[in-house]
Each structure stands twice: as structure tokens, then as C-alpha cells.
């Protein structure tokens, strides 16, 4: 028999609390210290589930070459941000999505969310599968393609994934994840304007094509970067493809309430996953098929 449950979810956003020419500890240290407000915050309301924006202790470096954003890499989840995660995590009983920038070994770097458990406890990672190169985006310069698939936590409150701001554009991600179990998929962003008129399409589409609840924090505010003023508007949408709540383009803790009974009212409504034809779908993975 399926649990049918409700899950309490919160998403941050919140603006750059250093300029970014700041050390690269002070910038990490502020950005902390803010968040933690934000879990206290969520704690108190009965969130069960927080996650912050892409790279959220940082400010978001990914144009051009500047040899000092290797700097702000850390290992997982031995580093100081997953650390002080689990901290919260523990404190608060509540699980925290974590997207920085990991270092795996001297020279290797990847964009990954870390996941911590509402005990503290690290449950592992998901790395950014999708590297921008074009446009504003340089990130290829800085991380590589990630090497984990799609991995599906379980954690205390509820099955959840995780795709990284540009993964958003492929709808296959979400598809693994959905199939892999998953309720909730996170998407944690660093999305400017350029990208707005797709923000809500992109996101509902995703919820609506698999069953599933998408849940996408942004940043807010102007860095003074080639990004241009983030806009926030984090979103969760339904199953159903519907906006459950959103947040507007100031500093904000946006929260809801998510029915699982949903996933399995949409998907026998409307039979997706039944009438997949996998077996119609191998020339997909075909390299040479363009």
C-alpha cells in the first residue's frame, strides 16, 4: 500500500552578503550565517525539507576565467558548508539541500547539491550534469560534467532527486528521477532575466509530464554580474502542472504543503508512465543520431 503523506517544503532565496571581491571565507561566511536564519526560520513554520539556490554560498562565478573562484571549492561533505549543514540539520530536525561547488581532488571540481538528512546524517550527492558553455555561461571552465546519473534519497520525510539551473532544459533528468521513485525534485538555480520568459514553463512541464512536485529556488538581487538582476520567483508546481506557491523578487523563505496523493491521482489520470514505449526509444541514446 502507498503512504499517502504530506510534505512541508521550504526554498530560500536570498542575495549576495558580500561584494564579490570579497575573500572568497568572508563571502562563504556571510552567506552562512544568513541561510542559517532562513533554517531557523523554516524550522519554526514545520518545514521539513529546505533548499537553498545554485553555488548559494558563493557568489555565482561562472563567466570568464578567474583562477580565484577555484578557491571557493570544497570537499563533500568533509568541508566547512556541508559541516555547518548537518549542524542545522541535526539542530532543526529538518533535511537540507546543499548545491556548492565540490572539489574532489586537486584540479577536479564539479557543481553538486549535497544532501543531509533531517539526523545530520549525509546521505550523498548529485552532481550538475548539464555544463553551459554559451552566452554568459563559461562553466565548462570550471566544473566538470557530473558522474553520479540521477540518484534518488530517501530521505526521513520523503523520496527526493535533484537537478542543478541548466539540467532544468533537459527534460531527461526529471524522467530518471521520477522513474527512480522519486516525489519532490529539486532544482536549485542561479537563473537571470535572460531566462525568464521559460522560468514557470520549463518547471510545470517537468511536474506535469512525470507526476512529480519540482521545487525551484533562485537567487535575488543584483551582483554586478553578466547574469544581470536575479530575479527569484521560486516555484513549486504540482503534478498536476499547476503553481502551488511562488516567491517574489525580494529576500524570501517560500513554503508549502505537498499532498503526495497527487503523484498517484495525476499518473492514473493520465497514464504516462503506463503508456511509455521504451522499447520504441534506443535510437535516443544514439550518438550519431543528429
Known amino acids: 500500500m502507498t503512504l499517502i503523506k504530506m510534505i512541508k517544503c521550504g526554498l530560500v532565496q536570498l542575495s549576495l552578503k558580500k561584494a564579490a571581491d570579497a575573500e572568497i571565507p568572508a563571502i562563504r561566511d556571510a552567506m552562512l550565517d544568513a ?23 558563493q557568489y555565482y562565478f561562472g563567466f570568464g576565467h578567474e583562477e580565484k573562484w577555484f578557491g571557493a571549492a570544497e570537499r563533500i561533505p568533509d568541508g566547512p558548508t556541508v559541516r555547518r549543514c548537518c549542524d542545522w540539520a541535526k539542530r ?22 549535497a544532501v543531509v538528512d ?20 563559461r562553466e565548462k571552465l570550471y566544473f566538470k560534467p557530473g558522474n553520479l546519473g540521477f540518484p534518488v534519497f530517501r530521505t526521513a520525510v520523503g523520496r527526493i ?4 539551473c541548466n539540467d532544468r532544459h533537459f527534460p531527461e533528468g526529471f524522467r530518471a528521477l521520477a522513474l527512480g521513485g522519486a516525489e519532490v525534485v529539486f532544482v536549485p538555480t542561479s537563473t537571470g532575466p535572460g531566462a525568464r520568459p521559460t522560468w514557470e514553463l520549463e518547471l510545470k512541464a517537468a511536474a506535469f509530464a512525470n507526476g512529480i512536485f519540482v521545487a525551484a529556488p533562485n537567487r535575488v538581487g543584483d551582483e554586478n554580474s ?3 538582476k536575479y530575479f527569484g520567483n521560486s516555484l513549486f508546481a504540482s503534478p498536476w502542472g499547476e503553481t502551488i506557491a511562488q516567491g517574489g523578487d525580494e529576500e524570501e523563505l517560500v513554503v508549502a504543503d ?10 492514473i489520470g493520465w497514464g504516462f508512465f503506463h ?14 543520431l543528429m
Do not use: W
Open 35 to 57: 541561510y542559517e536564519a532562513y533554517v531557523e526560520r523554516a524550522a519554526a513554520q514545520g518545514v521539513q525539507i529546505v533548499c537553498f539556490p545554485e553555488l548559494f554560498n
Open 92 to 113: 532543526y530536525g529538518i533535511v537540507i539541500v546543499a548545491p556548492i561547488y565540490e572539489e574532489e581532488a586537486p584540479g577536479v571540481y564539479y557543481n553538486t547539491a
Open 118 to 137: 533531517a539526523d545530520g546524517s549525509y546521505l550523498g550527492k548529485y552532481r550538475k550534469m548539464h555544463i553551459p558553455d554559451g552566452g554568459p555561461c
Open 161 to 164: 532527486g535533484v537537478v542543478i
Open 226 to 228: 553578466l547574469m544581470g
Open 258 to 267: 505537498l499532498d503526495t496523493k497527487l503523484i498517484r491521482e495525476q499518473r
Open 275 to 288: 503508456n511509455r514505449r521504451p522499447d520504441a526509444y534506443s535510437t535516443l541514446c544514439q550518438l550519431d
